[in-house]
């Protein structure tokens, strides 16, 4: 499987992005797919996470009410909508899969996900 994320640039405060995550190849061994994100001079922090099968989401309490993630499985990509930005969401964002079912608990290790894409810029003025 390969990861290849879009979607990303500059918004005002307050603003919506729309991120997109293509996946090619078979993805029979993905349980879960989920977005990170990495700040300068920050760690890499999950900010959603789905599962492949049931669809069900989860989110960290810092995004909660303003990312949603979802699967589109006939296009095979994964999006995750971004609104009411803030200047604190600024970061690259990854797309990742991996083989174990999120169950909601943040934060999510990085390691449990062993597919990642090469990441997108968002910036937050």
């Known amino acids: 499987v390969q990861l290849v994320e879009s979607g990303g640039g500059s918004v005002q405060a307050g603003g919506s992005l729309r991120l997109s995550c293509a996946a090619s190849g078979w993805r029979s061994s993905t349980a879960s797919m989920a977005w990170f994100r990495q700040g300068p001079g920050k760690e890499r922090e999950a900010v959603a996470c789905i599962n492949e099968h049931g669809g069900r989401a989860f989110y960290p309490d810092s995004v909660s009410g303003r990312f949603t993630v979802s699967i589109d499985n006939d296009k095979n990509r994964l999006y995750l909508q971004m609104d009411s930005l803030k200047p604190e969401d600024t970061a690259m964002y990854y797309c990742?899969?991996?083989?174990?079912?999120?169950?909601?608990?943040?934060?999510?290790?990085?390691?449990?996900?062993?597919?990642w894409g090469q990441g997108t810029q968002v910036t937050v003025s």
């Open positions: 990742a899969a991996g083989p174990f079912y999120c169950t909601g608990t943040f934060p999510l290790s990085a390691s449990s996900y062993n597919i």
